[in-house]
């Protein structure tokens, strides 16, 4: 009240214990506090033409696909500049009841409540609202939505903003409409109306991903039978007279090829040419992605008035403001300001963050390693389980199930359970580490947080698929002379085909299972919690509960805001770009995914959540250049991929190279005999007593995955000259590709500007009207009274 606000109490309707204190600004604190915040007003309507679409001739066919113009009416564009309440005449205002938005009204309430000071005591000031609500004086407090979301308010002056809200872009009938971004912004602040603008802008673009990696899907299973390697797997006179190895110790059997027909099958599916030319694509899209949304994202920032958004005009954080007791000199103003740690403290801190995500990470890292113990434990189960028939039919007990198949499911639900387990862990230290730190700002402390959170979850979530992709079967020796992990295990081998099927497997389990549970987090939860509330705080009289009872009723907004819903859409994105060369149909996953992701998100903020205090944000922060880290890290994993995990590459050599003259027997390039070429044959003699099988059938000779020399040559079981044909053309497939590609991702940089032209004109002219309307006419005015004066001093005289 000693601010300046008005505050006007009243009894609840439901509790009687229960008291309300609504908050009002009166003009003058609106003026003051307009100012101290730099909210940009209009001055002038816009006067430069709109550019027409050069699509407005099929506006007739996209017309049902945005929002009713009938109900959200476009807004007038308006030339805008910081408000000055001495200046106040110069601003373009209509109506003095409207001049402020509710959203800007709320904010500067919200400034005000988070640093009105409550009790001093010596050196100590308490003060905010945050601190009220930790010591449980105040049990909530909350900007009023304008009406309910499913009734339309009654009252004229009321622009009835959340209902039309819900009807066009929260109710599940809406799914198929463009999102109404300015009501957005206006309803609940550019923060979080630049979340849906990004969210809806990468689900647009992953349109074009997604139809590319379903038509590369649709090749792959239409070719499955066609291809020559697989048919040789699963002819009976190739593939069922092969012998293969046993995989483990001792109590693992022979086996024959054929058993992994139908694995092999899949394995063409998502291991083929048009794999390669999607991952090239991939690469390039994510460029696209990244350069086409930093324009839209500008345009943005000038229709939303935050162009000029610097880090000077966000105040500090009240609980960095309430330990400030150390002095030093700005280095920028320099003039003496409080800070709340000396150097020697702010590095303390820093360096007990940094070492806190390090032992974090080697947690995570000590995790996977327990879980490829298991792998290995629990596949000696499986290959003496599944195959334990004779010679004459050595296939697994179920047609799909191989040994590898079943280890890797089984591996992939644990993985996925371990990764939540330790999110919901890490989580909270993270948070308690980042408040340690006590960052000057809010976007300060989101910056430092988000590098936390992402450094941990892209350890906890990539680490099982990039051991798949690059350390699994990589380093097995060979039968006569296995590595072993830790000295006991021996170490996993993969499928003839190769771990791109695996991999695949461990994307999908993932995925897969993310979304399901993050939309029971977002969607059943806050539901189930409303619904108990409602329960227990039932009126059966027919009582009128007021607007601010209704909204208390609701789910209270998280501290940290959107931060998980980036988090959980930059993992995906990470899904998308890193490993999409062994699974094609990812961005279709992601797509179908973030259409739901964006109602579900609509509909929860809209409906369940009590309304946000809106904020300012010019950009989605600390996640543009995690994202531009992700897409060049993708570049590298993609081509790895194809040259390590996939069989593509030997597949290449062997057509182009050891098919025929002087490698093969041949007179043309085919693809016959690669089975047999890329089979090393092992002397059964050669086992050690401790990988000698119990049961040997006879069996002199046996063959393995490896590119080696026969028993009896010279330079038995070394590597032959095809392994080292096959490692050069893998090397130069990576090295070739990598620049073919990082060169195109920097002209596409380069050729595509950050800021449209038509936007770089219109801040121009909107600078220059600032500077004619705002300061020219003013300093006329000094130089007329200057004049005036002097004339006055001559009358005299």
């Known amino acids: 009240m000693k601010m300046g606000l008005e505050l006007e109490a009243t009894q609840s309707v439901i509790d009687e214990k229960l008291l309300f204190v609504k908050v009002h600004m009166p003009w003058d604190v609106l003026c003051t506090y307009a100012e101290v915040l730099h909210i940009k007003l209009p001055i002038q309507p816009n006067d430069l033409s709109c550019h027409p679409s050069p699509w407005r001739c099929l506006s007739f066919l996209t017309k049902p696909f945005y929002p009713s113009e009938e109900l959200i009416t476009k807004e007038a564009e308006f030339f805008t500049a910081a408000f000055e309440k001495d200046r106040l005449d110069y601003f373009y205002m209509k109506d003095k009841d409207t001049f402020f938005t509710p959203s800007m009204r709320s904010r500067m309430a919200y400034y005000i409540l988070s640093r009105a000071p409550y009790e001093i005591r010596g050196n100590i000031k308490k003060f905010g609202i945050t601190k009220l609500l930790g010591g449980g004086v105040y049990k909530a407090?909350?900007?009023?939505?304008?009406?309910?979301?499913?009734?339309?308010?009654?009252?004229?002056?009321?622009?009835?903003?959340?209902?039309?809200?819900?009807?066009?872009?929260?109710?599940?009938?809406?799914?198929?409409?463009?999102q109404p971004l300015d009501l957005i912004r206006k309803y609940y602040g550019e923060k979080i109306g630049i979340y849906f603008a990004w969210l809806g802008f990468y689900t647009i673009m992953l349109t074009l991903a997604a139809a590319v990696g379903l038509g590369c899907f649709i090749y792959g299973y239409r070719t499955q039978d066609t291809s020559t390697w697989?048919?040789?797997?699963?002819?009976?006179?190739?593939?069922?007279?092969?012998?293969?190895?046993?995989?483990?110790?001792?109590?693992?059997?022979?086996?024959?090829?054929?058993?992994?027909?139908?694995?092999?099958?899949?394995?063409?599916?998502?291991?083929?040419?048009?794999?390669?030319?999607?991952?090239?694509?991939?690469?390039?899209?994510?460029?696209?992605?990244?350069?086409?949304?930093?324009?839209?994202?500008?345009?943005?920032?000038?229709?939303?008035?935050?162009?000029?958004?610097?880090?000077?005009?966000?105040?500090?954080?009240?609980?960095?403001?309430?330990?400030c007791i150390y002095e030093r000199k700005n280095p920028v103003t320099g003039v003496k300001e409080k800070v709340p740690y000396t150097a020697c403290g702010r590095c303390f801190r820093v360096s007990l963050g940094i070492g806190t995500v390090v032992f974090w990470i080697f947690l995570i890292l000590a995790s996977i390693v327990a879980i490829i113990v298991y792998r290995l434990a629990v596949f000696f189960a499986f290959s003496a389980k599944l195959r334990t028939q004779d010679l004459r039919e050595l296939e697994?007990?179920?047609?799909?199930?191989?040994?590898?198949?079943?280890?890797?499911?089984?591996?992939?639900?644990?993985?996925?359970?371990?990764?939540?387990?330790?999110?919901?862990?890490?989580?909270?230290?993270?948070?308690?580490?980042?408040?340690?730190?006590?960052?000057?700002?809010?976007?300060?402390?989101?910056?430092?947080?988000?590098?936390?959170?992402?450094?941990?979850?892209?350890?906890?979530?990539?680490?099982?698929?990039?051991?798949?992709?690059?350390?699994?079967?990589?380093?097995?020796g060979y039968p006569g002379d296995p590595v072993y992990l830790l000295g006991k295990y021996r170490n996993e081998e993969c499928d003839p085909g190769g771990c791109l099927i695996e991999l695949t497997t461990q994307l999908s389990i993932i995925m897969g299972g993310k979304a399901i549970w993050n939309n029971i987090q977002e969607v059943l939860l806050p539901w189930v919690k409303n619904l108990i509330f409602r329960y227990f705080t039932r009126v059966t009289s027919q009582k009128v509960i007021p607007r601010w009872e209704q909204d208390y009723e609701l789910q209270p907004v998280s501290q940290l805001g959107l931060f998980y819903e980036y988090l959980e859409m930059v993992i995906q994105f990470g899904f998308v770009t890193l490993f999409v060369a062994s699974f094609p149909l990812a961005p279709v996953l992601a797509l179908v995914n973030n259409l739901f992701e964006i109602r579900v998100d609509a509909w929860k903020i809209t409906t369940q959540f009590r309304r946000v205090v809106p904020e300012k944000a010019q950009h989605i922060g600390a996640?543009?250049?995690?994202?531009?880290?992700?897409?060049?890290?993708?570049?590298?994993?993609?081509?790895?991929?194809?040259?390590?995990?996939?069989d593509m590459i030997p597949r290449l050599v062997y057509y182009w190279s050891f098919s025929v003259y002087p490698y093969g027997n041949y007179s043309n390039h085919t693809m016959e005999g690669y089975i047999n070429s890329s089979l090393s044959i092992f002397s059964t003699s050669h086992f050690s007593n401790e990988s000698m099988p119990i049961a040997t059938y006879n069996i002199t000779t046996c063959r393995y995955r490896d590119f080696r020399y026969p028993p009896g040559h010279p330079r038995q079981y070394e590597y032959n000259v095809y392994y080292w044909h096959v490692i050069a053309a893998k090397m130069a497939f990576i090295i070739v590709v990598e620049h073919i590609v990082y060169l195109t991702k920097f002209i596409l940089s380069y050729v595509i500007p950050d800021v449209p032209y038509a936007v770089r004109e219109q801040i121009k002219r909107e600078k220059y009207l600032t500077q004619v309307i705002l300061h020219e006419t003013n300093l006329k005015e000094m130089h007329l009274q200057s004049f005036i004066l002097v004339v006055k001093t001559d009358l005299p005289r």
């Not at 900007?143 to 004229?156: A, I, M, Q, T």
């Not at 209902?163 to 872009?169: G, I, K, T, V």
């Not at 939540?420 to 947080?449: C, G, H, Q």
């Open 396 to 476: 697994p007990l179920k047609e799909y199930v191989t040994p590898q198949m079943a280890t890797s499911v089984t591996a992939s639900l644990i993985s996925f359970v371990v990764i939540m387990i330790l999110n919901v862990l890490y989580e909270r230290v993270a948070i308690w580490i980042t408040d340690f730190e006590l960052p000057r700002t809010k976007t300060d402390y989101e910056n430092s947080l988000t590098l936390k959170m992402f450094l941990f979850q892209f350890v906890n979530y990539y680490s099982s698929c990039f051991y798949i992709a690059f350390v699994k079967g990589k380093a097995v």
């Open 623 to 646: 996640w543009q250049p995690i994202l531009g880290g992700i897409a060049i890290l993708a570049v590298a994993t993609n081509a790895m991929i194809i040259a390590f995990t996939s």
């Open 141 to 178: 407090a909350y900007p009023l939505h304008d009406c309910r979301f499913n009734v339309k308010s009654k009252e004229d002056d009321c622009p009835n903003e959340r209902y039309l809200l819900y009807q066009e872009w929260a109710n599940p009938k809406s799914f198929y409409k463009m």
């Open 230 to 323: 697989s048919k040789e797997v699963c002819n009976p006179e190739i593939g069922g007279q092969i012998v293969m190895c046993p995989q483990c110790d001792r109590e693992c059997k022979f086996w024959r090829l054929n058993s992994t027909c139908e694995a092999s099958k899949k394995l063409c599916i998502f291991d083929n040419f048009g794999t390669l030319v999607f991952a090239v694509f991939m690469s390039i899209w994510v460029t696209l992605f990244l350069e086409f949304w930093k324009r839209y994202q500008a345009e943005l920032e000038y229709e939303w008035d935050t162009v000029e958004f610097l880090e000077q005009e966000e105040p500090p954080r009240p609980e960095y403001e309430a330990k």
